[in-house]
């Protein structure tokens, strides 16, 4: 599959700030899924993006697919400690859902 | 409707010992897969199977066998166990028969400790 790259690996926040975390790849993409993993939990789906520019809302959670279809981002607006996890973005290619190292959300109540 | 069910949820080997991990679903998911976490690695997939009779390697399938004998079942072999096979393996199935525009429903995960 191909190589999708998430940054940064973890981000400690302070309750009620932003959050975002990015994964990119070196090639255009055909589609990216978004995971999030509670601590001790196992991966949940959050969303998945096919088209270019795509903007998806839920709730306080912002999904953006870039323009190239190289890149993508999720936003979360004033974080709560219920967001804690591993946030992680997959790439379908044929048969294969392949994921990036994931972003370890950390919140300060 | 259970989803997704592993068996173990724990488990600890020894070096060169064989085990099977157990996946079922009950969604008559025709895909079904297998992945391990590693600290600081995210999730890799093992094999996959786009259904009964048909399966195929992953991103890191060294020393794994699958079969996929029936549309419920998806065991995840270790024939001889080793010390990097220490790890958290995920089973997932998907709706559809190839994964493309279907989520991954994922088991509770089978954590595994090879001596």
């Known amino acids: 599959g191909q190589q999708v790259m998430q940054i940064p690996q973890y981000q400690h926040v302070q309750e009620g700030e932003d959050f975002t975390t990015y994964c990119n790849s070196s090639?255009?993409?055909?589609?990216i899924q978004w995971y999030k993993q509670r601590p001790g939990g196992h991966p949940v789906f959050l969303i998945q993006?096919?088209?270019?520019?795509e903007v998806k809302k839920q709730k306080r959670l912002t999904f953006q697919f870039g323009e190239a279809k190289k890149n993508s981002s999720l936003h979360i607006t004033a974080t709560q400690t219920t967001d804690v996890g591993t946030y992680f973005c997959g790439n379908n290619a044929g048969n294969m859902l392949t994921f990036g190292g994931g972003t370890r959300l950390m919140v300060k109540p | 409707n259970a989803g997704v069910t592993q068996t173990p949820k724990f488990q600890v080997l020894k070096t060169g010992q064989s085990m099977t991990l157990q996946c079922a679903q009950d969604m008559n998911h025709e895909y079904m897969s297998w992945y391990r976490q590693d600290p600081g690695m995210g999730l890799r997939l093992i094999h996959y199977?786009?259904?009964?009779?048909?399966?195929d390697q992953g991103e890191v399938p060294n020393g794994y066998n699958v079969s996929r004998s029936t549309t419920e079942d998806f065991p995840l072999r270790l024939l001889s166990a080793a010390p990097s096979q220490t790890s958290v393996y995920f089973c997932?199935?998907?709706?559809?028969?190839?994964?493309?525009?279907?989520?991954?429903?994922f088991g509770s995960g089978t954590q595994l400790s090879v001596l």
């Open positions: 993006l096919v088209k270019s520019g």
């Open positions: 997932a199935s998907s709706t559809g028969q190839a994964i493309g525009g279907g989520k991954l429903f």
């Open positions: 090639t255009t993409l055909s589609n």
């Open positions: 199977s786009v259904g009964a009779g048909i399966t």
